[in-house]
C-alpha cells in the first residue's frame, strides 16, 4: 500500500480505515455527528480558521516545541534518542494540539459548551485550557480512581473555570468518563460538543484528531533534518487512544525505511486480564463508544477490565487508524509494563533533568530498549506530556530510587 | 407471518410494547416477566441485551443492564432461558441490544438461534443502517428476522424518509434526542415531529421518555402506540409490575 495520498483517502467518506473506524450510534448522535463533519469540512479548511488557530499555535501554545537531543541517556544505553517536546505545549501535553482546534471549531458553530472525558486529566485540562481562551463553558468527566491519583490537574480543571464531574460506575477510569460524558453530551447535542480526548470515537473524530495532531510530526519533521540533515531511523510514541502516536506517525508514514513503533501499557503484566491495556498487542476487533477498532474484550463482547499505572492510556479501546496500521504492518506495537515505566520515569528525570508523564514514559522506556539493542540507530521519541501530575503519586507509590534500592 | 406484522394488522391504536432487561431483577425472572405481561395483556416485548457500554440508554436502564451482568446474564444463557418461551408467550418479542454483543457472538449463529426461539425483531440502536445494508440485510431476510429502525426529532426529511422505506416491522420514534430515562416532552416543537409520523403508512411506535397514561395517551394519538422502559423497570424493582401495566393501559 502506498502512503502517497493517504490523508485524502484515509478515511474514507463513511469514516472508515480499512475495516475500522465507521460510526456505530444511535441516531440521536448521528444527525449532530453529520453536522460536526459537515462543519469540520466547510470551515476547518478555510482561510480564516487556519490562520486563526496558527497563530494560537504560535503565540498562545508557544509552538513550534523543539527537538531535543538526549546526551546522557543515549550514552548510557547507545543510540541517538530525540525528543519531540511536547511537554512544553502549553499547558504540559500534546492534548492541548487538538482541544484548541476543537475548541475553535466549537466557537465557529456556536456551541456553548465543551464537554469531554479525562483519564489522566491531561486532556481535561487542556480543554478547560481551551475553554477559558475561548469564553466557553466546560464540562469534564472523570473517573474517581482518577481524581484521586492525578489531584493537581483536578485543581487545575477547577481553577480554569471547568466543572468536573466525578464517575462513579464500573472501575471508575477512563471508559466509565467517555460513558458520563456522552451521556451528559446526548442531553443537548444543540448547544454542547463533545470534544473527545484522542483518535478514538465515532467518525469524525478519529480523523479530526488526527488532522489538529499533526502539526506534531510536521514540525518534528523539520526540525529533525534541520538538526542532524537526515531522518530518524526510528519513531516511539505510547499509545492510550493513539493521538500523540497518530500525529507524529503521520508525518513519516510514506517513509517505509522509517520504522514506526507505538508502545502500549502492559501494567502489571500482560498475561493478566484486568491487569494491562495492551489493546493492539491482545485485542480482537470490536465496536466500543462508537467505532470498530481492536479491543480488549470477553468471549460475550463485554470491554475487558483494563488497567496501567498511566491513567491516559487505560483504555479497552484504540485508534481506528492504529489498528489499520497494525494490519497494514506499517506500523509495530510494543508493550512496557508499570515497573519499567517508573524505571524510565526516574532515569529520563535524572539523565537529562526531564520528568515525564507516566504515559510519556512508557515511550521512553521502549526506547531505551531499543536503543540498546540498536546502538548505531537514531530514535525520535514523542515526549507526549510533563510529569509534574504524577509526582506525588509516583513517589507515594514506588518512593525515590535510593529509597527501593535501600 | 412475523408476529410484528400480525399485530399491527390487527391492531391499530394504543399498542402497548414494554421493555426490559433479561435477567432483571434477578437472574431467572426473564420468562416469568414474559408471561406476567402477556397475561397482563401487553401487546409486544422488547428484552434488553444488557451491555456496560449502552451509548442510548439513560442511567435507569444503564444500572438495570449493569445488575442484570453482574446477575450473570449473557447472550447464551438469554437464548437458553428462552428455549421454551414460545410454549406460553405468543406475542411479538424482540431483542434490543448492542451490536458488538451480537457481533461478538456471530451474526448468522445470533440469527439462527433467533429463529429457533422465535424472535421476531432486532433493535440495534448503534448500528447503522449503511452498514447493516452493505453487510446483513440478506442474513437478516434469510432468517426472517426484522430490523427495527429508530428516528429522533433531529433526523432530517431525507433520512426519515429513508428510515420509512428500510425499516421492518414498524418505525421507532425516539421522543426526544436524549438517552432513555427522561420523560416526553408535550410542546409544540415535538408536535411538528409527532405530526409527521401521522402521515406515514409504516407502523410507529414512540418511546423514550413514556412514564405514565398521560404520556402514553399523549405518544398514541400520534403513533400506533408506544414502547415503555425505563418507567416498567422502576416499578419492577419495587415488585409493583402488574399495576403499573393496569394504571397504564
Ligand atoms: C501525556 C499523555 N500522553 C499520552 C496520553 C495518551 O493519549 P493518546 O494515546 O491519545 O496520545 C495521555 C492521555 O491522557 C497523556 O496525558
Redesign the interface.
Known amino acids: 500500500m502506498t502512503f502517497k495520498d493517504y490523508f485524502k483517502k484515509y478515511p474514507n467518506e463513511?469514516g472508515y480505515f480499512g475495516e475500522y473506524g465507521?460510526?456505530?450510534?444511535?441516531?440521536?448522535?448521528?444527525?449532530?455527528m453529520k453536522r460536526i463533519n459537515e462543519a469540520y469540512y466547510s470551515i476547518s479548511k478555510s482561510h480564516e480558521f487556519i490562520s486563526e488557530l496558527r497563530s494560537i499555535r504560535k503565540h498562545f501554545q508557544g509552538r513550534p516545541t523543539p527537538v531535543y537531543y538526549c546526551n546522557r541517556l543515549s550514552e548510557k544505553y547507545g543510540g541517538r534518542i530525540y525528543l519531540k517536546r511536547e511537554d512544553l505545549n502549553h499547558s504540559g501535553a500534546h492534548k492541548l494540539n487538538h482541544c484548541m482546534g476543537e475548541a475553535l471549531l466549537a466557537k465557529y458553530m456556536g456551541k456553548k459548551k465543551l464537554i469531554a472525558e479525562t483519564g489522566a486529566g491531561q486532556h481535561g485540562v487542556a480543554l478547560a485550557t481551551a475553554a477559558a481562551y475561548f469564553g466557553l463553558e466546560c464540562e469534564i468527566h472523570m473517573g474517581e480512581v482518577d481524581i484521586a491519583k492525578e489531584h493537581p490537574n483536578v485543581m487545575r480543571m477547577k481553577i480554569l473555570g471547568a466543572t468536573v464531574v466525578p464517575v462513579t460506575?464500573?472501575l471508575k477510569t477512563l471508559?466509565e468518563a467517555?460513558?458520563s460524558a456522552?451521556?451528559a453530551y446526548?442531553?443537548d447535542?444543540i448547544n454542547t460538543i463533545y470534544c473527545i480526548g484522542s483518535v478514538v470515537g465515532p467518525h469524525p473524530f478519529p480523523m479530526m484528531v488526527r488532522e489538529f495532531q499533526r502539526v506534531v510530526g510536521i514540525e518534528a519533521r523539520d526540525q529533525y533534518q534541520e538538526m542532524t540533515g537526515e531522518l530518524p531511523d526510528n519513531i516511539v510514541a505510547c499509545v492510550g487512544g493513539g493521538s500523540n502516536a497518530m500525529g507524529i506517525f503521520s508525518a513519516f508514514l510514506d517513509d517505509k525505511d522509517i520504522k514506526l513503533h507505538g508502545v502500549e501499557p502492559a501494567g502489571r503484566g500482560i498475561d493478566k486480564e484486568g491487569e494491562h491495556a495492551a489493546t493492539l498487542t491482545l485485542g480482537s476487533p470490536?465496536?466500543?463508544?462508537?467505532f470498530k477498532c481492536y479491543?480488549l474484550?470477553d468471549?460475550?463482547?463485554?470491554?475487558a477490565p483494563v488497567y496501567s499505572v498511566a491513567s491516559g492510556l487505560d483504555y479497552p479501546g484504540v485508534g481506528p487508524e492504529h489498528s489499520m496500521l497494525k494490519d497494514l504492518e506499517r506500523a509495530e506495537y510494543h508493550h512496557i509494563d508499570d515497573n519499567e515505566c517508573i524505571d524510565a520515569f526516574f532515569e529520563l528525570s535524572r539523565l537529562e533533568g526531564i520528568i515525564p508523564a507516566l504515559e510519556s514514559a512508557h515511550a521512553i522506556a521502549y526506547a531505551i530498549k531499543l536503543a540498546k539493542a540498536n546502538p548505531k540507530q537514531s530514535i525520535l521519541v514523542n515526549l507526549s506530556g510533563r510529569g509534574d501530575k504524577d509526582l506525588d503519586f509516583v513517589v507515594d507509590t514506588y518512593g525515590l530510587p535510593e529509597d527501593r534500592e535501600a | 407471518m412475523n408476529r410484528i406484522d400480525n399485530l399491527f394488522q390487527n391492531k391499530k391504536q394504543d399498542i402497548l410494547s414494554i421493555y426490559f432487561p433479561a435477567g432483571y431483577p434477578n437472574l431467572n425472572d426473564t420468562v416469568p416477566n414474559l408471561e406476567l405481561l402477556q397475561t397482563a395483556g401487553v401487546d409486544m416485548v422488547e428484552i434488553g441485551i444488557p451491555f456496560s457500554d449502552p451509548l442510548a440508554d439513560g442511567s435507569a436502564i444503564q444500572a438495570a443492564a449493569k445488575q442484570s451482568l453482574d446477575n450473570g446474564m449473557k447472550l447464551r444463557l438469554l437464548f437458553e432461558q428462552l428455549k421454551d418461551a414460545r410454549q406460553t408467550v405468543s406475542m411479538p418479542l424482540i431483542l434490543m441490544g448492542y451490536w458488538n454483543t451480537i457481533y461478538r457472538y456471530g451474526v448468522d449463529q445470533f440469527l439462527k438461534d433467533c429463529k429457533k426461539i422465535g424472535i421476531d425483531g432486532l433493535i440495534i440502536p448503534d448500528l447503522p443502517l449503511e452498514e447493516f445494508e452493505a453487510h446483513y440485510k440478506s442474513d437478516f431476510e434469510e432468517y426472517g428476522i426484522y430490523n427495527v429502525l429508530l428516528a429522533c426529532p433531529e433526523t432530517d426529511e431525507v433520512r426519515f424518509q429513508k428510515l420509512i422505506t428500510a425499516t421492518q416491522g414498524f418505525l421507532y420514534l425516539v421522543s426526544s434526542s436524549a438517552t432513555t430515562g427522561g420523560s416526553v416532552k408535550l410542546d409544540e416543537e415535538h408536535k411538528a415531529y409527532f405530526n409527521r409520523i401521522k402521515k406515514i403508512e409504516t407502523p410507529s411506535l414512540i418511546g423514550f421518555g413514556i412514564n405514565n397514561k398521560e404520556s402514553f395517551n399523549y405518544a398514541c394519538q400520534y403513533a400506533n402506540g408506544a414502547i415503555v422502559g425505563t418507567a416498567f423497570i422502576k416499578a419492577l424493582k419495587k415488585n409493583k409490575a402488574k399495576d403499573f401495566i393496569k394504571k397504564i393501559k
Open positions: 463513511e465507521g460510526s456505530f450510534i444511535p441516531p440521536t448522535l448521528e444527525e449532530e460506575h464500573g471508559k467517555v460513558d456522552f451521556q446526548l442531553k447535542p470490536g465496536v466500543i463508544h462508537g479491543m474484550q468471549k460475550t463482547g463485554e470491554p
